[in-house]
């Protein structure tokens, strides 16, 4: 039986969890939320980006204040705080105010803290990501789908990708330049407090993928989490 994504990605009860990069950050926030509640333990999850309205989980209740979270963790629910709501997408909150609920509550907290319009790898812009000052854990993801396609069509923020790597926006994505902005301080690891860890969550894997997995297990330091595909 394979480990749930609590081991996996090494979550601790209490942890404020922060998924930055791209390839598959809202999948991994919203099943490790399911995951901690079918296990009895409080938990909240928001974002402090744009993000669909279809992506809200329906098992969780829905909030727009502290107060509201407060409420529902307190009757034992799942909470999903975000700020205003749109017709397709939400607003993120503030990342101090996602620290301040943090710290003023026991519930594990799950907050999606970078953008990627959907693509399958990124390094951020200067503005980003929108990690909380308290995050403990800081789960940097990649999706090894992008590997072998060109830099341009599958990265959000090819040039900075580019960049990092050494590489032209129109050269095919190695493993090697994933481990490069991955573990880069511009890069993957952009904006992780200090005293956080990281895990760096590889997803899509399938029995293709491991070569590239392990190249870049070699070239980065700390928690490698793979992730299969349809996980």
Do not use: Y
């Not at 991994?28 to 509640?37: C, D, F, P, Q, V």
């Not at 992780?192 to 980065?220: H, K, W």
Request: hydrophobic share 45%; proline share 7%; with cysteine.
């Amino acid at each position: 039986m394979s480990p749930g994504l609590t081991t996996l990605l090494g979550a601790r009860r209490g942890d404020l969890v922060a998924f930055v990069g791209a390839g598959g950050k809202t999948r991994l926030m919203l099943g490790l939320g399911r995951e901690l509640s079918d296990a009895g333990l409080p938990v909240l999850m928001t974002t402090t980006t744009r993000m669909g309205v279809e992506e809200i989980p329906p098992w969780a209740r829905l909030c727009h204040t502290p107060g509201e979270v407060q409420i529902q963790l307190s009757a034992g629910s799942p909470a999903f705080l975000i700020g205003a709501a749109g017709v397709e997408k939400i607003s993120g909150v503030d990342p101090d105010l996602v620290a301040q609920i943090h710290a003023a509550t026991s519930a594990t907290v799950l907050v999606e803290a970078d953008g990627a319009q959907h693509r399958a790898f990124k390094a951020p812009a200067a503005h980003e990501p929108a990690i909380p000052p308290t995050a403990s854990l800081v789960v940097v993801v990649a999706g090894l789908n992008a590997l072998g396609r060109r830099i341009e069509e599958v990265c959000h923020r090819p040039e900075r990708v580019a960049a990092l790597a050494g590489r032209s926006t129109g050269d095919p994505l190695r493993a090697e330049d994933m481990a490069t902005v991955l573990s880069n301080p511009d890069g993957g690891l952009k904006g992780v407090p200090p005293e956080a860890r990281v895990t760096i969550a590889l997803t899509m894997a399938t029995a293709d993928s491991e070569a590239a997995i392990g190249s870049i297990r070699s070239a980065v330091t700390g928690r490698v989490a793979v992730v299969p595909a349809g996980r």
